[in-house]
Structure formats: C-alpha cells, structure tokens
C-alpha cells in the first residue's frame, strides 16, 4: 500500500491567524480517509492547500511522490486531484448536465468560472463530454434529470450533483468538504453508500465531515484537527475512544453538530 497524498509539517498562516500548524499525514491510496475536527480546526484550509487553491505558508505536499504544494490548481486537477465544495459552487442557471460538463473543462482550465465560459473544441469533443458526463450522471444516480435547471433541485440532488462534476474528470483522488451537510438520515446514508462505489472504482476519498455516523462507518483512517493542530490519527474505533479527541469535541459542547 503506497500514500497517494503526503502532507509535510504543513502551516497556514492568515495574518494573525494560523489555521493549520506543523500537520503531518498520509492519505493511502484505495482508501477513504476522513478529516475532522471542530468548526475553524483547520480542516477546509487543509483542503485548499491539497487543491492547490493557495500554497502552504510553510511544509511540503506531495501527490504520487510529486511536490504539488508550488502548482496552480488546474495543474494538481490534471494529476487527479478533484473535489467538492463546503460551500456549493453550483452554476444554478445551468441544466444538470451541463454542470457535470463544466467540470470536464476543469482540467485545462484555472478556475470553474473559466471553465464555465469556455467553449468545447468541436461537436466531437462536445459529443464525448456529454457521454462522459451522462456516465457520471447515471453513477450518481442522477441520469434522468440531466436536462433539469440546477437552480431548481433540493440541497440533496445539488451535493449529487457537485459530487457527479468532481468524479467527471476520473480522479485519484476526490476530496469531500461536508458532502453531507444539510442532509436527511435517508441521504446520508444514501451519500455513505456512494461514497463506498466510488472507492470501490479504485477512487480514494478523502473527507471533511461533522456527521461522526458517517465518517465513523465509511473511513478506514481519520485524522483529527482541533485549533489547526493535528491532535489524533487511527481507525474509528481508536479515533472514538481517544482522550484528546473527546476533549476537542466536549470543549465546543455549544455545536449540536460535532458530539461524537
Ligand atoms: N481565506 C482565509 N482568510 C483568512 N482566514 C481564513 C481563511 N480561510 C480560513 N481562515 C481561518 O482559518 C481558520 C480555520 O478555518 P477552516 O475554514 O479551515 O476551518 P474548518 O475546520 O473547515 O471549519 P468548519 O468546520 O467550520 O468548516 C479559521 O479561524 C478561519 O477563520
Ligand atoms: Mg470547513
């Protein structure tokens, strides 16, 4: 078993704030990881720094054995790292599938608004994305409302959706920031099994998430972050019972979400 995702005594400084502070892991490739902490522990930095959406201010990240920490992010998602937002970015004017389709253009763009703007190469190359597309579509289940209005589907069909653009592009890896956030029980579960598919297509995932039922029954290894800090690393069940992970979560007893 070989990591896929190395982080090196990573720091991330705001100003006056630092939002992650010497962090050291590994993300094993054929796995799902997960990542938590209580709310501001760091953990959507952490993402951004492995997007490549900004660059750590100190430490190293490597992808495959290669130093990813220095690339612009279209860069990091051409060698397969993908993911979805805690905050949707979902074009709400857009059809479903031509959501799925923006994503696609991702790869040889900066950024999703970019991507957003331009225009396929040829009706062959637009031919090829839809299929493409549509196979993601029908992965998640989404296939037959390919041509709905994003704008007018429920929270739960939007994360669908989000998780539908980010697989498009065929990662290695997939990064999930509260891919169940604002989700039923029925969705969640339903998002856990999707989640277990996808890493059964040889995809490994790595996730940010409050929901403890889920990340506890999902992740082979969770790590844990409290005030940017790494303060845990080991399976659930190591994970459930630690001292200091108990500590973090009790301290911030005024956030329902995060008991453990
Ligand atoms: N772009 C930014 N500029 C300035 N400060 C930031 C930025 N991003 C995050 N921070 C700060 O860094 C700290 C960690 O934030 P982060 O969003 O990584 O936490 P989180 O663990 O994802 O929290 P949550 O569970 O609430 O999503 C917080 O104090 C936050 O205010
Ligand atoms: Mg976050």
Do not use: W
Request: contains cysteine; charged residues 25%.
């Amino acid at each position: 078993m070989s990591s896929l995702l190395e982080v090196r005594s990573v720091t991330k400084q705001f100003g006056g704030v630092i939002a992650n502070k010497d962090v050291s892991f590994t993300v094993e490739e054929g796995q799902i990881t997960g990542l938590i902490g209580p709310n501001g522990a760091g953990k959507s930095t952490m993402f951004n720094m492995a997007s490549s959406i900004f660059p750590p201010s100190k430490g190293e990240i490597e992808f495959r054995g290669k130093r990813i920490d220095s690339l612009p992010n279209y860069k990091v998602a051409e060698l397969g790292i993908s993911r979805t937002f805690q905050n949707l970015q979902v074009f709400k004017r857009m059809s479903v599938i031509e959501n799925v389709m923006v994503g696609l253009h991702t790869k040889t763009s900066s950024n999703i608004l970019s991507a957003a703007l331009k225009l396929p190469h040829s009706r062959k190359e637009e031919a090829r994305m839809y299929d493409e597309a549509m196979n993601t579509l029908e992965f998640v289940g989404m296939d037959s409302m390919c041509d709905v209005i994003a704008g007018s589907l429920p929270l739960g069909k939007l994360r669908l959706l989000e998780l539908a653009r980010a697989l498009a592009t065929n990662p290695k890896l997939l990064l999930l920031d509260e891919i169940a956030a604002g989700l039923n029980h029925g969705e969640t579960l339903e998002m856990a099994n999707l989640i277990q598919k996808i890493k059964g297509k040889n995809v490994s995932v790595f996730v940010v998430e409050h929901d403890m039922d889920l990340v506890m029954s999902i992740c082979n290894k969770i790590i844990v972050l409290d005030q940017g800090e790494k303060i845990a690393e080991g399976t659930p069940k190591e994970i459930q019972n630690h001292e200091k992970v108990i500590e973090a979560y009790l301290g911030t007893a005024d956030n329902e979400e995060a008991t453990i």
